[in-house]
């Protein structure tokens, strides 16, 4: 007498949905149950920030695919449920219904939250935070309502959320302590060109500081800056970044660091446990080292990487990661590694904001990012896939051409 | 067999078409593009399935059409998706020459179709 295996996906975010699908592209027959706290099917999550502030997109727009996809896959969706624990050695979880569901392997792909920093007035109405669709449905609605909005935190998903309500035609302010928005991910001379961007669409930005209070009676009118500026806002964004949703995994002894610790095939300490996406902290084979990704591209090929390992089927889950933003009419590719440059080399116009960043480390190429320059991406990520050593002042020579040049390389 | 100009637009010179360039065009106010990947020329929809963008200002390596916004991919040879993040496969158009000219049919191959 045998069962039939069933395998459980934990979050049916990005992740989620693209494992489940290369479950089943893998030829795994068992049970499939995609379990997701929100209650709509896996969804373009990137789609948020942009179409859906904007009313450019309806939310059935985004939606990956319709229910006879997974009906047809024999996959079976729960919406709407969250677990409250995972027991790895009983091989189990326990959802907020209080049903219990047994696995024989199991999938976390439960991302990540917005953090909320512990700030007096934070809990005031008019504060929004952004991750998921109802997030985006609620702030669609506040920013129609709104006259002034103060985005906290100029990161990704900062930017796209201020140059979205500026495209509503709000007035925006966009505060971070860094000096540039997102110059974390992008240093400092990519992110002034986005800083001129982003003054050139009548974005109030004020970098270098930041918000000690936020005030108001019923709902948030001020915020009170740490330069003791008052600043009028009917509506805030917090934009401070994520923290991976790792509770459960940590109070069921998996190991942790920042994610959830997993090998190159997505697998935990844990029996049959894997784990992908925003809430992964991988080892990448090729890097050398462990690194945790917060991008869509990511979390669908991991998500599909660990399908693909959980069917029997692992191949070492090595990608030059990537990611994309769009601010007003610009777009921008990033392909790269999440890991330290000390150089930086521009090409192109950035003044007509149309420029791509090399980031070199030790003379090779580990990053690429091209702002309006869809004609470089390839060779751009053929050059960083072979850590390419280029003269500088060959890259940034408008004469060179960049894909006979990434061709002289041997493309990973 | 349908003859070459009642199912099939004319579209360019073969000649013309250079490996790895890519060309827009329009079929019944439709945008299409066609490029050559060694001695093969191959059509597909111009617009890419995941967001409004044209690929004609897109890229192609080895056989696949790279859309210039987000980078998904798209296999020119099936329309089969090969990167994120688009998740529908892009329409594709059979090619033939006659008489040194590119001609592209004016629906899609079904899906499946090899």
Same mark, same amino acid.
């Given at each position: ?37 929100? $209650? ?7 789609? +948020? ?16 695919? $319709?229910?006879? !996809? ?6 079976? +969706? ?26 024989? *392997? ?98 109030? +930005? ?8 936020? *005030?108001?009676?019923? /709902?948030?009118?001020? &915020? ?65 080292? /462990? ?29 030059? $990661?990537? !990611? ?13 590694? $999440? ?13 007509? !904001?149309?420029?791509? &960043?090399?980031? +070199?480390?030790?003379? *090779? ?16 990520? /053929? ?9 500088? &002042? ?16 041997? &493309?990973? | ?45 111009? %617009? ?48 033939? %020459? ?17």
């Amino acid at each position: 007498m045998s069962r039939r295996p069933a395998y459980v996906i934990l979050g049916a975010g990005v992740a989620g949905h693209f494992a489940a699908d290369a479950l089943r592209q893998a030829g795994f027959d068992g049970q499939v149950l995609l379990i997701g706290a929100e $209650p709509v099917r896996p969804y373009d999550r990137p789609a +948020l920030s942009k179409g859906i502030l904007q009313g450019t997109k309806e939310p059935q727009a985004i939606i990956f695919q $319709p229910e006879a !996809f997974y009906r047809e896959r024999e996959i079976d +969706l729960v919406l709407g449920r969250a677990a409250v624990e995972i027991d790895p050695a009983a091989r189990r979880v326990v959802l907020d219904s209080g049903k219990s569901v047994s696995y024989d *392997r199991l999938l976390i792909a439960t991302g990540a939250a917005p953090i909320r920093p512990r700030l007096p007035g934070i809990d005031l109405p008019g504060v929004h935070v952004l991750r998921s669709l109802a997030d985006a449905e609620a702030l669609r609605a506040g920013l129609l309502a709104a006259e002034r909005v103060l985005v906290i935190g100029a990161g990704f998903v900062g930017s796209e959320v201020a140059a979205s309500a500026r495209t509503l035609g709000r007035d925006v302010t966009l505060l971070d302590l860094l000096p540039a928005p997102m110059s974390r991910a992008l240093g400092p001379e990519l992110a002034a060109v986005y800083a001129e961007l982003h003054r050139a669409h009548g974005v109030d +930005l004020r970098m270098g500081r930041g918000v000690v209070e936020l *005030r108001g009676r019923d /709902r948030v009118e001020e &915020a009170v800056l740490d330069d003791g500026t008052l600043l009028a806002c009917d509506l805030v964004v917090l934009g401070v970044g994520v923290r991976p949703a790792v509770d459960l995994a940590m109070a069921a002894g998996l190991d942790v660091d920042d994610g959830i610790l997993v090998d190159e095939h997505c697998a935990t300490n844990a029996s049959g446990v894997y784990a992908a996406g925003d809430v992964a902290t991988w080892w990448h084979p090729t890097l050398g080292r /462990r690194i945790r990704v917060e991008h869509f591209d990511n979390a669908g090929e991991q998500g599909a990487a660990a399908g693909r390992a959980m069917a029997g089927q692992p191949e070492p889950y090595a990608p030059v $990661p990537s !990611f994309w933003t769009d601010q007003y009419d610009t777009t921008l590719q990033y392909y790269g590694y $999440p890991v330290p440059w000390d150089q930086v080399v521009l090409r192109g116009d950035a003044a007509a !904001f149309s420029v791509t &960043a090399f980031y +070199l480390a030790e003379g *090779r190429i580990v990053a690429a990012a091209m702002l309006n320059r869809p004609k470089e991406h390839r060779s751009a990520r /053929r050059l960083v896939a072979a850590g390419a050593a280029v003269d500088p &002042a060959v890259l940034a020579d408008p004469d060179t051409d960049l894909r006979a040049l990434s061709r002289q390389f041997a &493309a990973g | 067999m349908p003859g070459p100009t009642d199912d099939y637009v004319r579209v360019m010179p073969a000649a013309d078409v250079a490996e790895e360039e890519i060309y827009a065009f329009e079929v019944d106010g439709e945008l299409r593009v066609l490029t050559r990947v060694g001695d093969e020329i191959f059509a597909c929809d111009g %617009i890419c399935t995941h967001e409004y963008a044209e690929l004609s200002e897109g890229e192609i390596e080895d056989h696949v059409i790279y859309c210039p916004l987000h980078g998904s991919g798209f296999d020119l040879r099936t329309g089969a998706v090969t990167s994120l993040p688009a998740v529908t496969p892009l329409p594709i158009y059979d090619v033939k %020459i006659v008489d040194g000219e590119v001609y592209v049919s004016r629906t899609p191959r079904d899906e499946g179709e090899a």
